[in-house]
């Protein structure tokens, strides 16, 4: 990659916003018929991506809550890191309104 198109790339990336959105999905529409979520992020000096978490209740976990068993979440982070996956978490949490 030459300098010239390393510098456009980093000026948008330098150019987003710090942001995460939150968007649900049902098992018709997306990931292999699992119900889920999709975070939608974006960082300054990073760029944006989509952190994809669904539930795979083939995937058993050993606890109960309730009275039903609790399917294994499955993440697709795009290969970014649990450590990125969790500050993104802590985003969307700190941007939410709680009732």
Not at 67 to 89: T, Y
């Amino acid at each position: 990659m030459s300098q010239e198109n390393k510098s456009a790339i980093e000026k948008i990336f330098d150019a987003c916003a710090d942001t995460v959105a939150f968007c649900p999905f049902d098992n018709r529409n997306r990931s292999g018929g699992r119900a889920g979520f999709v975070l939608m992020w974006s960082k300054r000096g990073m760029g944006f991506g989509e952190i994809t978490i669904t539930i795979d209740p083939d995937a058993k976990r050993d606890e109960i809550v309730g009275a039903l068993p609790v399917g294994k979440a499955v993440i697709d982070s795009e290969c970014m890191s649990k450590e990125f996956v969790k500050e993104m978490l802590c985003k969307l949490v700190d941007e939410s309104d709680f009732e």
